[in-house]
Each structure stands twice: as C-alpha cells, then as structure tokens.
C-alpha cells in the first residue's frame, strides 16, 4: 500500500529574486525528504486548501512584505490558519552587524506583526538577502553602512535557511532526505 506524500504549497513575494531562490531551495529540500511541493509566486498562487500545509515567504521593502504576499494572505487568511503555515522575510536586518545593526534585526516590523498574526503561523524567520551596491545612492549606501551591514553582495545565510527547513520536516514528519540540494 502506497502513503500519501505530505503536500506543501510555498508561496513567495520576490522583488530581485533572493526570495525566490530561497523558496525554490526550501522547496527542492521538501522534496528531497518525500513531500510533493508547489513553489509558485503570490501572484499566481495555488487555493491553500489543496495542502497539508504552506510555507509563505516575501522580500521586505519599506518595513513590509510585499504588495503581492499581503494580498494573498489577507485573501486566504481563514484557509491558512486551518493548516500548518511557517512564514519567512528577506531583508537586510539580520545581516547587519553592531550594536545597533543587531538591535534593528531583532525587531519585527509591525506591518509584517500583523500579517504574521492573521495566519498565527508555527514560526516566523527573518533572512538576509542579496544587496548590491550599483545603483544605490551615496545617502542609502552610507545609512547601511552606519546601521551595520557588513558588505554588499549576497548576504543569505544558507546554513540558517537549511536549518529552518529542516525543522520543518521534522515538524510535518517528513522522512530523511533521500538527495541533498544545494543552493545558488
């Protein structure tokens, strides 16, 4: 007799693609240990209610996920708090370094508060992303520098990323993984 594989949807937001390679790795990952998984972006994003469970993930612009994951959430939101949902950010906050850098990406900003309380999701995670220094301003690229961060480039913690997901497997009870991903 055959066991009926776990279906997850990861729906994510992305403005420059760091987000989406995040939500393809964690999808590849899930896969990996045996779930069937639907990657797809908030735009086109499948109804919740045909999966076990959701993982939701937007970049951070102007202290808010964006447009597109907020409307999908706020359109579903009764569905997803029926099932599991684990909900990720990707913004600079947790790479920046400092006193004051680390003070910043310890803090959860309250329109992203919000949107994680309407689906009570299971964990919530901030992640670092990818940050270019071409075609930022002096004033933007001195601000970053004097909150803390570190460099410029891809600032994603891929270790954390895989942890994350990891317990995720371990929480819907996914089996070990039979092939190991790796990311961009």
């Given amino acids: 007799m055959e066991t009926k594989s776990t279906r997850i949807a990861v729906v994510y937001s992305t403005a420059q693609g760091s987000t989406r390679e995040i939500a393809d790795f964690i999808g590849a990952s899930l896969t990996a240990r045996g779930a069937t998984v639907e990657v797809a972006d908030a735009e086109h994003a499948p109804d919740p209610t045909r999966f076990d469970a959701v ?23 009764h569905e997803l708090r029926a099932r599991p949902v684990w909900l990720f950010s990707v913004g600079l ?4 370094v400092g006193p004051i850098g680390r003070l910043i990406g310890r803090m959860v900003p309250k329109n992203i508060a919000a949107l994680r309380d309407a689906v009570t999701p299971r964990d919530y995670r901030a992640f670092a992303g990818h940050y270019e220094r071409a075609g930022v ?16 480039g891809d600032l994603r913690d891929w270790t954390a990323i895989t942890t ?19 990311h961009p």
Avoid at 93 to 96: M, S, T
Wanted: avoid cysteine.
């Fill in 137 to 152: 301003s002096l004033s933007a690229r001195t601000l970053y520098r004097l909150i803390g961060g570190p460099r410029y």
């Fill in 55 to 77: 993982i939701l993930g937007s970049a951070v612009h102007d202290r808010a996920l964006l447009p597109e994951l907020d409307n999908y959430v706020r359109s579903h939101r």
């Fill in 93 to 96: 906050g947790p790479a920046l």
């Fill in 164 to 182: 994350w997901t990891d317990t995720i497997a371990q929480e819907l009870k996914l089996p070990s993984a039979q092939a190991i991903p790796t």
